[in-house]
């Protein structure tokens, strides 16, 4: 089945650090991926959607400039976590569809990012 | 604003009996939903979805309904297991996104007896 893979599991940092968390799909080409955010024991929460080539989409309320979004390649979409703070700490998912609209998202295994 | 919701946010079956979780939905222009289980410290995993054009669809030990006339989706497990046990997210996506999106309900922890 299709296969995507987040990339770290877990990160521990101080405050104002930049986090970077990576999200590849491994057996497919994914023309859009999805970041979530996921509060514990809530349900997740759409950040912004990621098209291959262009800028992302990003839900209102979610900052553009603290959560870069880029997806350079079919494969692989990365979100950037800018100057972290403690209230960004959370559980971060990304997910991946393959072309065309009625391809189900496939998920990662997500992000617990820490901010100390 | 629309929405997508859960009737129970906890379940607890006996492991062989069949599960069945709910969920209601308010956005009129859904056509398309999706099951997904969700184990403690992981990404959410496909289990099974379905189309506006359907109201039922089965796959491996799992069934689910959809009643468009009453908003409402199911997923039933048949001879639950204690590797069922998680929480179990409905999401659904209207047709008039052009990206797509999914809207996730608030989960529904389903706990397998033993």
């Known amino acids: 089945g299709a296969v995507v893979s987040q990339h770290p599991s877990r990160v521990i940092c101080k405050s104002g650090t930049s986090v970077k968390i990576e999200c590849r799909s491994l057996d497919f080409q994914a023309t859009t991926m999805f970041w979530y955010r996921q509060f514990p024991k809530q349900s997740l929460m759409l950040m912004a959607t990621s098209n291959e080539g262009s800028k992302a989409t990003y839900e209102q309320g979610v900052e553009k400039d603290k959560f870069l979004i880029n997806h350079a390649s079919l494969t692989l979409s990365t979100l950037t976590v800018t100057s972290a703070h403690p209230e960004d700490s959370s559980f971060y998912i990304c997910?991946?569809?393959?072309?065309?609209?009625?391809?189900?998202?496939?998920f990662g295994d997500g992000t617990r990012l820490s901010i100390l | 604003g629309e929405s997508v919701g859960l009737h129970l946010p906890t379940l607890s079956v006996q492991e062989g009996d069949n599960s069945i979780i709910n969920c209601a939905y308010s956005?009129?222009?859904?056509?398309?939903f999706i099951w997904y289980k969700q184990e403690s410290g992981k990404g959410p995993q496909f289990i099974i979805d379905i189309r506006s054009n359907m109201d039922k669809r089965q796959g491996q030990r799992v069934t689910v309904l959809l009643n468009k006339t009453v908003k409402h989706l199911s997923l039933q497990i048949a001879a639950t297991q204690p590797g069922d046990s998680a929480v179990y997210f409905c999401a659904e996506s209207p047709m008039d996104t052009g990206r797509r999106a999914l809207t996730f309900g608030s989960g529904t922890r389903l706990q397998v007896q033993p």
């Open positions: 997910s991946a569809r393959a072309q065309g609209f009625t391809q189900p998202q496939h």
């Open positions: 956005n009129s222009a859904s056509d398309y």
